[in-house]
């Protein structure tokens, strides 16, 4: 019974390390402090306006606030949605602020 025990817990720890926690937003596990893009449209890249919108999350235990896209384009007055990018600020996972940027006009 030990043996299986002990093969069961290195098989999983295996299957954990090399499923590890990979995702299209990059995570630090110390620290977190990242830009990337969300989306883009199609023709002129070229914007007038710039909006935000942030949410933040404690001990990831209680999330608030609004990042939506929505809620960045009328922060930002826009109208029309060039392309959307985010912000990402994270530390231990204790403090985290999640914030969408929205260009356009």
Do not use: H, R, W
Request: charged share 15%; aromatic share 8%.
């Amino acid at each position: 019974m030990k043996k299986f025990a002990m093969i069961a817990l290195i098989a999983g720890s295996i299957a954990l390390v090399c499923t590890g926690c990979a995702s299209y937003i990059p995570a630090g596990g110390i620290y977190t402090g990242a830009q990337g893009a969300i989306g883009a449209g199609t023709g002129d890249v070229s914007y007038s306006k710039v909006g935000k919108a942030t949410s933040t999350s404690v001990l990831g235990l209680v999330a608030t606030g609004d990042a939506s896209i929505k809620t960045a384009a009328a922060n930002g007055g826009i109208k029309t949605i060039k392309f959307v990018d985010y912000e990402v600020d994270n530390v231990l996972g204790i403090y985290g602020k999640y914030t969408t940027v929205v260009y356009g006009d």
